[in-house]
């Protein structure tokens, strides 16, 4: 069970929790997700680590994604216990409510777990912490420049600041880790049915670096999941949709084309992650439509234009799309 850490900070580390929680509530509040009580919720566990009492009746109010990024202790050892006490139920939660029924049939208490012998309030818990990670911590509206539709807020610098691939790579972890964990035999962060056409999109503009963009991509940090979901059936799925096989084919051209660093040079994480993709793909088995799709990669020396299709589905002589030319590297 989690240890709250109240009494371990200082006035000192207090009031440097404060000053930095304005970052994150500026990111919270950027988000445009959460109502005030929920971001005063936020507020009293990130300073003191203060959980909210739990009801039979309710969720979670905070995520797992969110108890263990905005948790006072950032050890290993305390997101792991985070994670525990949300997989343990209701006795290893904050709540007043009985775990066993009192007298009086008006008592409240802990119902019977569901199906799969779990409460509703950790698949919500997953559900939401997943939502957040891919409309939010994977969406290129966080580059640090721009400000989302009609908002004068401008932009942070990704979602969660850098905390994104730690993140990921707990949620994520391979079942030999001691940090591994499940839910109903699932991992706690998972891609659903493959990359969309987005996530390529953004990953797209991330390797060119010519524009605006966000450095802290979750699909960047999904390398070893994402090719675990070039299934035939998701195959399938690409040529259905024009869309997905366009932004699919830029991307592996814009891998296959990723300059090599230069011997003098450190890697930087764009070159790292190009060169894993492409060692998977040169060097691992993969499906033989995989395969011709990636030769046709490697032998393409054209330009890529992300905005190819606007100009292919232009609706009028007013709506003029623009050339977004990739990779001239």
Same mark, same amino acid.
């Given at each position: 069970m989690m240890t709250l850490v109240a009494e371990k900070l200082s006035k000192v580390q207090l009031e440097e929790r404060k000053k930095s929680w304005e970052d994150i509530q500026y990111r919270l509040g950027y988000s445009g997700r959460h109502t005030k009580k929920e971001l005063k919720i936020f507020e009293a566990y990130y300073l003191r680590g203060t959980q909210p009492k739990q009801h039979p009746l309710y969720k979670d109010p905070i995520p797992l994604v969110y108890r263990l990024w905005l948790c006072p202790d950032q050890s290993e050892e305390s997101w792991r216990a985070v994670t525990e006490q949300l997989l343990a139920g209701p006795a290893a939660w904050h709540t007043d409510i009985s775990l066993v029924p009192l007298d009086g049939y008006e008592q409240e208490y802990w119902p019977e777990p569901g199906t799969g012998r779990n409460w509703w309030q950790i698949q919500t818990s997953l559900n939401e912490s997943s939502e957040i990670l891919w409309e939010h911590a994977d969406s290129d509206r966080y580059d640090g420049v721009n400000s989302f539709e009609e908002s004068s807020l401008i932009a942070p610098i990704g979602f969660?600041?850098?905390?994104?691939?730690?993140?990921?790579?707990?949620?994520?972890?391979?079942?030999?880790?001691?940090?591994?964990?499940?839910?109903?035999?699932?991992?706690?962060?998972?891609?659903?049915?493959?990359?969309?056409?987005?996530?390529?999109?953004?990953?797209?503009?991330?390797?060119?670096?010519?524009?605006?963009?966000?450095?802290?991509?979750?699909?960047?940090?999904?390398?070893?999941?994402?090719?675990?979901?070039?299934?035939?059936?998701?195959?399938?799925?690409?040529?259905?949709?024009?869309?997905?096989?366009?932004?699919?084919?830029?991307?592996?051209?814009?891998?296959?084309?990723?300059?090599?660093?230069?011997? /003098?040079?450190?890697?930087?994480?764009?070159?790292?992650?190009?060169?894993?993709?492409?060692?998977?793909?040169?060097?691992?088995?993969?499906?033989?439509?995989?395969?011709?799709?990636?030769?046709? /990669?490697?032998?393409?020396?054209?330009?890529?234009?992300?905005?190819a299709l606007d100009f292919k589905y232009k609706n009028s002589p007013d709506d003029q799309p623009e050339h977004y030319y990739v990779g001239d590297f």
């Open positions: 969660m600041g850098g905390a994104e691939q730690r993140l990921v790579e707990f949620l994520t972890a391979p079942k030999e880790a001691v940090n591994h964990y499940e839910y109903q035999e699932k991992p706690l962060f998972k891609i659903s049915q493959g990359f969309s056409h987005v996530c390529y999109r953004y990953i797209c503009i991330w390797l060119d670096g010519q524009k605006p963009y966000n450095p802290f991509l979750v699909s960047c940090y999904m390398a070893e999941p994402w090719f675990l979901t070039l299934s035939d059936q998701y195959f399938k799925e690409v040529f259905k949709s024009e869309t997905l096989s366009f932004h699919l084919s830029c991307y592996l051209q814009l891998i296959a084309r990723f300059p090599e660093p230069e011997a /003098a040079l450190a890697s930087s994480e764009r070159h790292i992650y190009a060169q894993k993709i492409r060692a998977m793909l040169d060097h691992r088995p993969i499906r033989p439509v995989l395969k011709s799709l990636w030769l046709t /990669a490697k032998n393409y020396t054209g330009a890529i234009d992300l905005n």
